[in-house]
């Protein structure tokens, strides 16, 4: 049988792949039962002093009420003791879902924060819940019940409880439409890999890093999309997270300031190594570009915009059912700023970009670097007027495109001419008065920091600075190097999903281990690195299944649309 149809073998693999993958995702989606282990060493918390807000609670009896649209909450001060994690149990299951949140500071803290928080949903009839705390002496505590309930046990452990997964029709039913997901994706993938190896286009070495096999690549661009990753991982670990917290005049306000101007310039670059890589003279239609250049960007932003929804907030998403959550979805791909993917407006403004592109191609087919270069420099000094004199109480009245998206667009362009490598010196040394100006400028004033990202002419100098460092020294990185081929390759997914990574996975437990051991600075270090390898690991795989299949089948389409109009 096998030798009849060798790849009767992988196609059962895929199989067991895709219904062991569903378990796996799908196991969050199982209701749970927690019970106690032991409740020697426990702290009854109905028991216990508290304070209420927008709630009302009866210890005697256990009826708890929520303020509709409220915040409600039961406040414990001063617990002391370690504790494993707080246990709740209702007095009869829940008739809808209740979410259950905890809040937690250390002894002599008295910020409670995201930081030190965890939330689950008690699903509609299921009775308890569990969230585990970090081990060290508490010193309040803030118990989130979003709806009304009578409350049987609510506690403190000192030990683990245990859970038992439970499964009901629906959850049978979501784990059989996940099933059924996940094996069409894979089979697709298997098929389009399949096809490549016919084709003699399969590498394994090409599944983790670049395989130039042609020898035209420019390896030193390859180091400036890893550093444009590195950036806007290091922009969304610090600039919204943990700098809200250091004030000035406090300890690592400083270093926090330094580590966020290196970090400003991310957008800057990956708009110019766009224009970079696009505006490059092609003989290509203008049909033919929008076709492959859709796929190679809409595509992916699609399959990854659908992993966030499905996998990283389908509550928020899809609580209301199916056909609403996916209204939502829609909306929020119009308008480019989903609330849970706040870069993606950076995608939808490089798709503006690719919109003009095969325009701009032609522009600069009948203009001279040095023509170009008086360009750019008009729209920077423009650009500088708008941006800067309102902190000087004026307004410029002039406004131009080239001073904006599009100027960048363009720089990435003339960076890798013949005109702009006789400055290369020069701009390296702008990139470094643009990234001092960027820093002084933060340090001296927090609100200040949208003078100083994006399209900001200090972005400009910063871009050109990095362009031409790596350009000007390419006999260093101009050669081949496994892993900066490696990010280099899933640059593009890297960005997409990092923020999902830093959301759902890195930053909680990040926040733990600094709030519990501190060297703060330590774990910044840290969670950009983590994030980073986890950011490719998952960029490998989702690119490899669900993007590749997505790929497979737009391909397809195109081809016969491109035959029926041949």
């Known amino acids: 049988m096998n030798e009849k149809n060798p790849g009767i073998v992988k196609y059962i693999s895929v199989i067991v792949l895709a219904a062991l993958t569903s378990l796996l995702i799908g196991m969050g989606g199982f209701g749970k039962e927690y019970s106690l282990i032991s409740d020697e060493g426990a702290l009854d918390l109905k028991n216990t002093a508290f304070e209420l807000n927008d709630s009302s609670f009866d210890p005697s009896t256990g009826e708890y ?17 370690g504790y494993k994690g707080v246990y709740l149990n209702l007095a009869s299951p829940a008739d ?10 250390a002894a002599g803290d008295e910020n409670l924060s995201e930081k030190l928080s965890e939330s689950r949903i008690i699903k509609k009839g299921y009775d308890s819940s569990f ?10 505590v803030r118990v989130n019940i979003s709806d009304n309930c009578v409350i049987n046990s609510l506690m403190l452990t000192s030990k683990n409880v245990r859970v038992r997964y439970l499964l009901s029709p629906d959850n049978i039913k979501a784990l059989i439409i996940r099933f059924i997901l996940i094996a069409a994706v894979l089979l697709t993938a298997a098929f389009a890999f399949e096809e490549e190896k016919r084709a003699g286009k399969f590498s394994v070495r090409n599944i983790f890093t670049i395989d130039d096999k042609n020898g035209n690549r420019r390896y030193e661009l390859d180091y400036v999309r890893t550093v444009a990753a590195i950036m806007v991982i290091m922009m969304h670990s610090i600039c919204d997270i943990f700098i809200p917290y250091v004030e000035k005049g406090q300890p690592g ?8 101007a290196l970090s400003l310039g991310c957008n800057a670059l990956y708009v110019m190594l766009s224009g970079c890589l696009i505006l490059r003279p092609s003989e290509e239609s203008i049909k033919d570009f929008y076709i492959k250049r859709a796929g190679r960007v809409v595509i992916p932003t699609l399959c990854y915009y659908f992993l966030y929804m499905f996998l990283g907030y389908p509550r928020e998403m899809f609580g209301n059912g199916i056909l609403e959550g996916l209204k939502n979805c829609g909306k929020e791909l119009l308008s480019g700023r989903s609330a849970y993917m706040p870069h993606m407006w950076l995608v939808y ?3 503006g970009l690719y919109i003009l592109a095969p325009f701009l191609r032609i522009m600069l087919r009948h203009i001279t670097e040095g023509q170009l270069f008086g360009l750019l420099i008009c729209g920077f000094v423009i650009n500088v007027l708008v941006m800067y004199l309102p902190l000087a109480g004026m307004t410029f009245g ?19 001419t013949d005109h702009a490598k006789k400055y290369y010196t020069l701009f390296m040394i702008l990139g470094l008065v643009g990234f001092i100006a960027s820093f002084v400028m933060i340090y001296h004033d927090p609100d200040i920091l949208y003078y ?9 100098l910063v871009g050109c600075g990095v362009f031409a460092f790596f350009n000007r020294f390419k006999n260093i990185f101009g050669k081949k190097n496994i892993i900066i081929g490696a990010f280099s390759k899933y640059n593009f997914s890297i960005m997409l999903v990092h923020i999902l990574l830093l959301m759902k996975l890195v930053l ?6 600094e709030y519990e051991h501190g060297h703060l600075s330590l774990f910044i270090v840290l969670i950009i690195v983590v994030c980073l390898i986890l950011s490719y690991i998952c960029a490998l795989i989702y690119d490899n299944t669900a993007v590749k299949a997505a790929m497979f089948i737009y391909n397809r389409i195109t081809e016969r649309f491109l035959k029926k109009r041949d």
């Open 452 to 460: 100083t990202c994006n399209q900001a002419p200090n972005m400009w």
């Open 65 to 81: 009420t929520a303020v509709p649209e409220g915040d409600p909450y039961i406040l414990y001060n001063g617990i002391g003791g």
């Open 398 to 416: 002039i406004e131009t495109p080239i001073a904006s998206w599009i100027g960048l667009f363009l720089l990435g362009y003339y960076m890798n």
């Open 253 to 260: 306000y400083g270093t926090f300031r330094f580590v966020l």
């Open 508 to 513: 909680p437990i990040g926040w733990r281990l």
């Open 349 to 351: 403004t490089i798709m």
């Open 131 to 140: 969230i585990k705390l970090s081990s060290y002496d508490l010193g309040i």
């Open 96 to 105: 809808r879902d209740i979410t259950f949140k905890v809040y937690w500071t």
